[in-house]
């Protein structure tokens, strides 16, 4: 998958694209129907979408928390749907107040566009008058495919990404996972800690949670890990450790995989949250958490 980050590396691509626009926070059932749907016998399957949730740069007080705030998590969802392009630009004020037909314009102006495929609640450009209506007349007055694709369902209801984080907020995993498509993951960079989990035998892959994350509940989860291809099993503590003192609190995922041996330090890990077993508490000794460990890794 190519990645670009300006309208103006368009004129690097030497095919038409067909272009699945939206912002596409977490790649859920819906997501995946517009991007599907881009498809033409000799076009690439773009994805068109934005470094930034648009309401951080628009109205931050009202700027979501996001299911996947990594862009190395949001490429892959859409690597795997078989995506040859992404161009994923800067949000910004300019951008939005762009017309419609400009911005729609601009892309014309540096690679052939074979057809647009959008969410049916989709809006763009200045207004949002960017919707549904103007890009079918759009693509009817310059001879493209239109794809208008009605919004995905789960239990009678739709499916958004607004109601994915409420279920993921109240720890509802099997929800989030059926309207998903897939797994949530928290992903980040494995850092290097205080090496306390493993003095106690149980040694971890720690990584800090993006600050602009989804809120799920603190406590332990079984989780499961991709390595080099291999899938591993284990337990995770989402939180702030509260039987460590520390100087500095933060939200960190710490994952534990049985038998796993090797070095993960400064490697991208996205971790599975497969199911929630009990809520993260204060421990009076470290012995005390070694056997509350123990007790964890037998709920696998």
């Not at 040859?84 to 800067?90: K, R």
Request: glycine share 8%; proline share 5%; hydrophobic share 45%.
């Amino acid at each position: 998958m190519k990645i670009l980050h300006s309208i103006e590396e368009l004129d690097t691509l030497n095919q038409p694209v067909h272009w699945a626009m939206g912002f596409f926070d977490g790649v859920h059932r819906g997501h995946r129907q517009v991007i599907e749907s881009a498809v033409l016998p000799g076009a690439l399957r773009g994805v068109l979408t934005f470094a930034e949730h648009p309401l951080a740069v628009l109205a931050p007080e009202r700027q979501p928390r996001l299911i996947t705030p990594v862009s190395e998590q949001k490429r892959a969802l859409l690597a795997a749907l078989g995506v040859d392009v992404l161009l994923e630009l800067p949000f910004t004020l300019q951008l939005a107040s762009m017309e419609p037909q400009a911005f729609l314009d601009a892309l014309r102006q540096l690679c052939p566009m074979a057809g647009v495929s959008v969410g049916s609640n989709w809006h763009f450009g200045r207004g949002g008058l960017g919707n549904a209506s103007f890009v079918r007349s759009y693509a009817e007055a310059h001879g493209l495919q239109a794809c208008v694709q009605k919004m995905a369902a789960y239990n009678g209801e739709n499916i958004c990404s607004s109601r994915i984080r409420c279920v993921l907020e109240a720890g509802e995993l099997a929800q989030a996972e059926a309207m998903l498509g897939h797994a949530f993951s928290v992903a980040g960079v494995v850092e290097h800690g205080q090496h306390l989990a493993r003095k106690l035998g149980f040694p971890t892959a720690n990584i800090q949670v993006h600050p602009q994350m989804v809120n799920l509940p603190a406590g332990v989860y079984e989780v499961q890990v991709e390595v080099d291809g291999v899938r591993h099993q284990g337990i995770a503590n989402l939180g702030v450790r509260p039987t460590i003192q520390e100087e500095c609190k933060v939200v960190r995922l710490e994952t534990h995989l049985p038998g796993w041996q090797g070095d993960l330090y400064g490697r991208m890990l996205q971790v599975e949250m497969k199911r929630f077993l009990r809520p993260e508490r204060r421990f009076d000794s470290v012995d005390s958490l070694r056997a509350q460990i123990k007790c964890d890794l037998q709920m696998l």
